[in-house]
Nanobody, 121 residues
Framework: VQLQASGGGLVQAGGSLRLSCAAS??????MGWFRRAPGKEREFIAA???????YYGDSVKGRFTISRDIAKNTVYLQMNSLKPEDTAVYYC??????????????????WGQGTQVTVSS
């Protein structure tokens, strides 16, 4: 399975960006987004399961929305009200089997290459 992330870029605080991640090879049970800022640990952002269940990290609740097009095997992350602290490399991830621990990076089988998001103040 290969994951191809896109959509990152530079945006001013308060702005919006939409990330996409297309999976090829197999249909995944769950897809998620994580991010890593310089000098910080990897952080869970959001995940969506095959059944449509969505999960969010506390820092993005109410601002980010994850969605999935199963037919296209693609996951999207709509990011609104962006803040400078959202600046990071964003990674998409995929898991083959069901799990209730989708907020853990160790639960994922596949990772994309990362896309940079920079929010200026």
């Amino acid at each position: 399975v290969q994951l191809q992330a896109s959509g990152g870029g530079l945006v001013q605080a308060g702005g919006s960006l939409r990330l996409s991640c297309a999976a090829s090879g197999r249909t995944l049970y769950a897809m998620g987004w994580f991010r890593r800022a310089p000098g910080k640990e990897r952080e869970f952002i959001a995940a969506v399961s095959w059944t449509g269940g969505t999960y969010y990290g506390d820092s993005v609740k109410g601002r980010f929305t994850i969605s999935r097009d199963i037919a296209k095997n693609t996951v999207y992350l709509q990011m609104n009200s962006l803040k400078p602290e959202d600046t990071a490399v964003y990674y998409c991830a995929g898991r083959l089997r069901s799990s209730t621990y989708l907020y853990l990076g160790t639960m994922y089988d596949y990772w994309g290459q990362g896309t940079q998001v920079t929010v200026s103040s």
